[in-house]
Every structure is written in structure tokens, then in C-alpha cells.
């Protein structure tokens, strides 16, 4: 029997999907769940395996070629192990990929998601035709992945391109990984929520206090971009700060790996030029002139990058295993 179906797996801090796909990167049916800082590792994986029984209930498993994961957090795609994850603490030094192939029978390969969110675009999204490029997720925090000479590049275990953690302002906000100034306590959308919520403590008035019922830790980066859009003067100073700390980080990333293009993934993408705008300023004003012509566009996958990523990255290992 051809073994013409590929799973693949997004697991994320709020929740996980479940797609089949076939060899021309087409999801052909989907399943979503909610993930809960409070389960198991046990009680996760009998869910993602049941998922996986109703996704395949019509094809068998003996028609998957093999199972693509984009993992949220430190993966090492050489050992299949899930070191940790964040919003998930439960889950430490998690074997993912021995789990799920004693389920499908069928080889599994792991990887970061950010990582194969690049690998997504580059494959089918907005990076097709380019063979240096560098992928930024920005959205709860920020993540990344890079593609040199149409490759992947993964580090030594994985772990590369933890763009949200460069280091953007040394005496900046203390950051959820411990470090102080990085790009993802500057420009994240909870970095964005934050800014906003601090300035309106501070009696600077915005239209969003009337959105947040008052209550200032319910402002959202969302909120806050919805009221920079129609021109609120406070909300719009939020936004540029957070796009200049991005235009910042886009800066060190164009010196250090000189791709043709630039992508912004994640939720505060869809801000579009708000987010976008700042970002070219910094590029104009900072970069040095060789690498000021790189283009910075927004994701065209959205949500499903790392999932097709994770179908590209099951293609490219799966020919091996045929
Ligand atoms: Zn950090």
C-alpha cells in the first residue's frame, strides 16, 4: 500500500492541532484541542492519539508516510526529546517522538515550530522562490527560524533562532526567560499589553481604558493595536516603540545572516503596517547600506506555517525512509 498521507502536529502553549495532509501540502482534515498547564504528559498524549485514531479512522495508519511535530519550545530533533515547553510545565524531557511512533508505526520527526514555521513559508508562503530567509513569530512571545541556501538551519541541537530573546535593550524589562531587554519583553503582544497598561497606570489617558472595563490588567495586545488603528495617540506610541525594539532585532538579524527577506508571522502581524512601518524606518536608519534593500513582509500562511512547515519537513526526511 503507498503510503500517500503525512501527519503533523502543532503543539503550542494554549493548544494543539492536528492536521493530514497529503504530498502536495494540502491539509485535508483538521482536529483542535486546548492544552492545560495543569495536565500530564500522560493525559496529553492520550489525547493527541486519540485525535490521531479519529483523523486517520478513514485512510488507516498504514497510509501515513510518517508524522511531522512543531513543538513550542527547546526540541532536539535529533533525539525526538522535548526538553520544555513554555506554558507547559508539565512537560520536561518529553521522549515525544518515541510516544507517537509506538501509536502511528510510522517514523516521527520533531522540531521547533518557529524553526518549521520558516521551513513552511519558505516551501509554500510568502518565502517560495527565496533561498535566504529569516522567519519571526511575534505574537504571546516571539520566536523564529532561519533558512540559509534553501536549508533549515537547526544549531547543534536544535535550539537556533531564538530570535525573541537577542538581547534588544541591556537596561530594559526582565524577560520570562530570566534575561533582562530582550526582543520578546519589547515588541511580544504581552510586552505591547504591558506597555500600554503601565502608561495608563501612570494616568496617561487612551480609549482603551474604557475598552478594559477599567481594569487595566485585562488590556490586551489586541485592544491596544484596535485603538492604535483608529488613532489614539497613546495605543499608536505603543505600537511604534514595540516596532522599533522589532526593527532593531530585524537590524542584527539582516547583518547576521544577510537573507533577501524578511517574514512576521504570528498574531501582532496582522497589524499589518502598523507593525510594519516602524520596522522599515529602522531598517532605513540603521542597517549598514548593503543590507538595507531586504524586503519584510507578513506571513502568508498565518496559523498553518508550522503545520505545512512540518509537511515539508516530513517530505524532505520521509524520501529517505521509502
Ligand atoms: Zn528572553
Request: charged share 20%; with cysteine.
Amino acid at each position: 500500500m503507498s503510503r500517500d498521507f503525512i501527519l503533523v502536529l502543532d503543539l503550542g502553549g494554549t493548544q494543539f492541532r492536528l492536521a493530514l495532509a497529503n504530498r502536495d501540502g494540502k491539509l485535508l482534515s483538521r482536529y483542535a484541542a486546548s492544552t492545560y498547564a495543569a495536565e500530564s504528559q500522560r493525559r496529553l498524549i492520550e489525547r493527541i492519539n486519540k485525535a490521531i485514531r479519529e483523523l486517520t479512522s478513514d485512510i488507516g495508519l498504514e497510509q501515513v508516510l510518517g508524522m511531522g511535530v512543531a513543538a513550542a519550545g527547546l526540541v532536539n530533533p535529533g533525539t525526538g526529546v522535548l526538553l520544555s515547553s513554555p506554558n507547559l510545565p508539565k512537560l520536561r524531557n518529553v521522549p515525544l517522538k518515541a510516544l507517537l511512533e509506538r501509536e502511528i508505526e510510522a517514523p516521527v520527526w520533531l522540531t521547533n515550530d518557529a524553526s518549521l514555521a520558516a521551513l513552511g513559508e519558505h516551501r509554500f508562503g510568502a518565502g517560495r522562490g527565496f533561498s535566504h530567509l529569516v522567519y519571526i513569530t511575534v505574537s504571546t512571545g516571539i520566536g523564529g527560524g532561519v533558512i540559509i541556501d534553501n536549508g533549515l538551519f537547526l544549531g547543534s541541537q536544535g535550539y537556533a533562532a531564538e530570535i525573541g530573546h537577542m538581547v534588544i535593550d541591556p537596561d530594559g524589562p526582565r524577560c520570562a526567560c530570566g534575561n533582562i531587554g530582550c526582543l520578546e519583553a519589547l515588541a511580544s503582544g504581552s510586552a505591547i499589553a504591558r506597555m500600554a497598561s503601565e502608561e495608563m497606570s501612570k494616568g496617561k489617558a487612551s480609549i482603551i481604558t474604557g475598552l478594559a472595563d477599567d481594569d487595566l490588567s485585562q488590556v490586551t495586545a489586541e485592544m491596544v493595536a484596535r485603538a492604535a488603528q483608529s488613532g489614539d495617540p497613546l495605543t499608536l506610541e505603543i505600537m511604534e516603540r514595540a516596532g522599533t525594539s522589532l526593527g532593531i532585532g530585524v537590524v542584527n538579524l539582516l547583518h547576521l545572516f544577510d537573507p533577501e527577506l524578511v517574514i512576521i508571522g504570528g498574531g501582532v502581524s496582522r497589524c499589518g503596517e502598523l507593525i510594519l512601518a516602524p520596522v522599515r524606518r529602522v531598517i532605513a536608519e540603521r542597517a549598514m547600506s548593503g543590507f538595507k534593500g531586504a524586503k519584510v513582509v507578513i506571513s502568508a500562511l498565518a496559523d498553518d506555517s508550522g503545520l505545512l512547515g512540518a509537511v515539508a519537513w516530513v517530505l524532505d526526511k520521509g524520501t529517505s525512509f521509502l
